[in-house]
């Protein structure tokens, strides 16, 4: 199964082939397929910050409580 990561950077990637092919699509139907790209990338991105912050607050909470058993 893809991560969030990369189907927020292929929907991205998408978005930018699309914006450079402008002149060969009408402009309604682009900025529909603009939009239609953003809005699909915008919950795998919030899912792959949610996962980060998420990742990193259990690493601290591990190191910290790992320093403070040392100390004892």
Do not use: K
């Not at 919950?43 to 601290?60: D, E, K, N, Q, V």
């Amino acid at each position: 199964m893809m991560s969030s990561a990369v189907i927020f950077t292929l929907t991205f990637f998408l978005s930018l082939f699309l914006f450079a092919a402008s002149s060969l699509v009408p402009p309604r139907t682009l900025r529909q397929l603009l939009v239609f790209a953003f809005v699909l990338s915008v919950p795998f991105l919030i899912g792959s910050l949610i996962t980060l912050a998420i990742s990193h607050y259990t690493r601290s909470r591990t190191r910290r409580t790992t320093s403070l058993h040392m100390s004892l």
